[in-house]
């Protein structure tokens, strides 16, 4: 059950996000480049139901994933911890709408900016060179996308597109993590 857990995050994360990426295109009045994915929940019928389900599928398969390794017992404490804050900011991204204080939980999916150098430090030398860069670029991203926003650099044209390109290896981390867990066999 616990390898199963995993290897759901080799696609679940990622798939949820890049069908909400992909759904955006199709609906009419909506600016992928520059709206927000949250931004399709103030809208009516099919496009808040979409955003609200790939949000919690998103978050649910994030949860597990963090679980399984909590399993493991304590060696990637501060991974789970981190990963399920993101997951659980990621639910209540789908069952709060944009502008709501609740939506993301007040911000606290911030944390998941550390998921990927807490993951590298538990797994110790285990880690393949691969995922060490892997690990350090995503949180380097996660990083400059932050600072985009809260700076106001983040050009309101092209916000969609950045958050966007910011979403890919966040979600896109927990492809690569479990993949490695597989292959360390840890």
Do not use: C
């Not at 809208?43 to 994030?62: D, E, H, R, T, Y």
């Not at 993301?104 to 995922?131: D, K, Q, V």
């Not at 958050?163 to 290896?169: E, H, N, W």
Request: charged share 10%; aromatic share 10%; proline share 5%.
């Amino acid at each position: 059950m616990r390898n199963l857990a995993i290897q759901q995050a080799v696609y679940v994360p990622l798939g949820a996000m890049l069908a909400l990426i992909a759904f955006a295109f199709t609906v009419p009045g909506y600016h992928p480049l520059s709206q927000h994915l949250s931004e399709l929940g103030l809208m009516q019928g099919l496009p808040a139901k979409a955003v609200q389900v790939g949000a919690v599928v998103s978050g649910s398969a994030i949860i597990v994933f963090s679980l399984a390794l909590l399993a493991q017992g304590r060696r990637f404490a501060l991974t789970v911890l981190t990963s399920i804050l993101f997951g659980v900011s990621m639910v209540s991204n789908g069952v709060f709408t944009t502008g709501s204080p609740l939506h993301g939980l007040y911000g606290i999916g911030i944390f998941s900016i550390l998921t990927p150098l807490l993951f590298l430090a538990e797994l110790g030398p285990a880690a393949s060179t691969r995922m060490a860069w892997i690990a350090r670029a995503i949180s380097l991203l996660g990083m400059a996308y932050l600072w985009l926003m809260l700076s106001g650099f983040d050009p309101e044209p092209y916000r969609g597109l950045t958050q966007r390109i910011a979403l890919l290896p966040a979600f896109g981390w927990y492809t690569f993590a479990a993949l490695e867990l597989s292959r360390s066999r840890v």
